[in-house]
Nanobody, 131 residues
Framework: EVQLAESGGGLVQTGGSLRLSCVTS????????IGWFRQAPGKKREGVSC????????NYADSVKGRFTVSTDNAKRTMYLQMDSLKPEDTADYYC????????????????????????WGQGTPVTVSS
């Protein structure tokens, strides 16, 4: 069974920082596409960042470039999202995901080839940025 579990969300002021973590199991972690999505109330879920674990290549939505950084610790099967210079517009529920491909806003994608069909989601962790 593929499982993903996010943690690290919370309440911060504008300009603050948070670090999200996603612990995973049940798939070939070192050759997968994994990433972060977010969804605000009344809005569509959007891809924020992804990483191809086979080579470490990353993609970011324009709205978070220069402020967010995605990384992994393959030995720990864990993905991180370092969020700096947070804005109220970043307020949302944040989800980690694993798939054969992960697309971020704007169309750029990450790819993985270590498994057959793969699509899995965590349950989400809330991030609130006060003005």
């Amino acid at each position: 069974e593929v499982q993903l579990a996010e943690s690290g969300g919370g309440l911060v002021q504008t300009g603050g920082s948070l670090r999200l973590s996603c612990v995973t199991s049940g798939f070939t972690f070192d050759d997968a596409a994994i990433g972060w999505f977010r969804q605000a109330p009344g809005k569509k879920r959007e891809g924020v960042s992804c990483i191809s674990t086979s080579d470490g290549s990353t993609n970011y939505a324009d709205s978070v470039k220069g402020r967010f950084t995605v990384s992994t610790d393959n030995a720990k099967r864990t993905m991180y999202l370092q969020m700096d210079s947070l804005k109220p517009e970043d307020t949302a529920d944040y989800y980690c995901a694993a798939g054969n491909s992960i697309a971020v806003v704007g169309g750029a994608s990450c790819y993985g080839y270590g498994d057959g069909y793969l699509e899995a989601w965590g349950q989400g962790t809330p991030v609130t940025v006060s003005s």
